[in-house]
């Protein structure tokens, strides 16, 4: 189908001329997907046969196939015979700091500025379409939303900015340190300059035998709730135990930043807990992904998918297939959770803490956690935390990990609607989104994400992308990963 420019006079010159003046091409062109199936996202049954209509960067109509044809003549089709149509999908937890061997690597910042935009790319090319920065340095955080504001590809990107942390507290001493609650103020007023969409801390006890860092003062803590009340803030909080995720309910949690997840002693949640956690409305994050991409449970043949070698920059995927990246990983992440121990005990200690069943033991405690969480009631919220732990993390890329995370839910007893709605709906009220996308309804925002399949059978479809529509503006993975 050939595309036409709008307006009686370019179209008149252009069916003269045979040649379309490239320059007038562009969003304001209507876009239609013909004969698509829709997940719409809500609970909805799937539509078999329909035609989307996107004009100006919403959708403008929803039709069964065989009605009278929507949009203008000229009309740019995309044929959706086969394909499925879901909301665009949103990661919920995502870094930009480090990049996959980063710290293998030794990646200066200038490295790292040229991998995100490969990531940018990378995660349209996977049908995200938003994304949330749970933890960024604010120059890396103002890096991409000047890059995106000049038009270049990538999701819509919210962030919490660097966190609020106390002396010598959990997170990467960076993010800087808040001494006093004047200090406090100061941090949240840097998140509120760059836009945060909430504020993230962390509770975090520690890795068991292997220690932990400072916690929270209390006039911190009081002034940071205090503060972020005050600037409408809501929190984020990274806590992964009962214990911490109890005192993030009780500080008022907007989200809890990761599952119930522990390598060093798994966890079930009790049933008290679960059911306070349901009363209070807080978002549970999921991020399976971090036990999931740790060398000894990852199966390395998945560098052979080819969205993966579509995606991630050649120079992660070089560091990931290296002999000696897992034991560089193991001296990093063992060093970060246990930093008075000797280097050269490291990877002994690695093969202790981190051996395949134990890896696996947490895995499935996460999920078991999360699939009761849901059955009570618990908003689930889809999200990888790529790449952790950074700068350590070697096989967890920015793009198909969240294909990757919604198998996990799936796999841990999550029907496929309720992992998709997890990477659609759901996050798209946590982030205060919802009128605009998550789901696919006439007026909303057009961020669709078009794979080969059908998702509610195979989760594993979400690996098929043929097309990502970003507001409106319609790709393929390829033409994603080489748009300027
Ligand atoms: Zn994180």
């Known amino acids: 189908m050939t595309r036409f420019v709008r307006g009686t006079c370019s179209l008149i010159a252009a069916l003269l001329l045979g040649v379309l003046p490239s320059a007038e091409r562009g969003a304001a062109e209507d876009l239609v997907i013909r004969g698509v199936r829709l997940l719409d996202g ?15 960067g919403r959708i403008a109509a929803i039709r069964e196939a065989d009605e009278s044809a929507i949009g203008s003549a000229d009309a740019r089709i995309v044929d959706g015979t086969g394909l499925s149509a879901l909301p665009g999908l949103i990661d919920s937890h995502v870094h930009f700091v480090a990049a996959a061997g980063t710290a293998y690597r030794q990646d200066s910042d200038d490295t790292i500025r040229e991998l995100n935009r490969q990531h940018l790319r990378g995660l349209l090319a996977c049908g995200t379409t938003t994304v949330l920065d749970a933890g960024a340095y604010p120059e890396v955080a103002r890096d991409i939303q000047s890059w995106l504001a000049a038009g270049h590809p990538g999701p819509r990107y919210l962030t919490v900015g660097p966190y609020v942390r106390p002396v010598g507290g959990y997170g990467h001493p960076r993010f800087g340190e808040e001494a006093t609650p004047a200090d406090v103020a100061a941090k949240l007023d840097l998140i509120v300059s760059l836009g945060g969409a909430g504020v993230k801390i962390a509770l975090e006890d520690g890795f068991g035998p292997l220690g932990g860092p400072r916690p929270f003062p209390p006039e911190i803590l009081d002034a940071l709730r205090e503060g972020a009340r005050a600037r409408g803030l809501p929190l984020y909080v990274h806590a992964r135990t009962e214990s911490t995720q109890s005192r993030a309910l009780d500080l008022g949690a907007h989200a809890i930043m990761h599952a119930a997840l522990d390598i060093v002693a798994p966890e079930e949640l009790s049933d008290v807990f679960v059911a306070r956690l349901a009363a209070s409305g807080t978002f549970q994050l999921t991020t399976l992904s971090v036990v999931d991409t740790v060398p000894g449970l990852y199966d390395v043949r998945r560098l052979d998918d080819p969205i993966v070698r579509l995606v991630v920059p050649k120079l992660e995927l070089d560091t990931a297939r290296a002999a000696d990246a897992p034991e560089r990983f193991a001296i990093g992440v063992i060093g970060f959770a246990a930093p008075w121990t000797f280097e050269w005990t490291r990877p002994w200690l690695a093969s202790v803490f981190l051996s395949r069943d134990r890896l696996l033991a947490a895995l499935r405690s996460g999920q078991r956690n999360l699939v009761r969480e849901s059955r009570a009631g618990v908003p689930i919220v889809a999200a990888t935390d790529v790449p952790s ?11 198909p990990q969240l294909a990757r995370e919604l198998e996990l839910l799936v796999e841990g007893g999550f029907t496929p609607r309720e992992a998709i709605a997890a990477a659609t709906a759901t996050p798209a009220k946590m982030l205060g989104l919802d009128a605009e996308i998550g789901t696919i309804a006439i007026g909303k925002r057009a961020d669709l994400v078009l794979v080969e399949g059908d998702p509610h059978r195979d989760i594993g479809a979400l690996r098929r992308v043929r097309w990502t529509v970003r507001d409106g503006i319609a790709h393929t993975p390829a033409e994603w990963m080489s748009a300027p």
Not at 46 to 52: F, H, I, N, Q, T
Not at 392 to 397: E, G, K
């Open 42 to 56: 809500t609970s909805a049954p799937p539509r078999e046969r329909v035609d989307l209509l996107i004009r100006d």
């Open 389 to 399: 732990p950074w700068p350590d993390a070697i096989y967890h890329f920015h793009g």
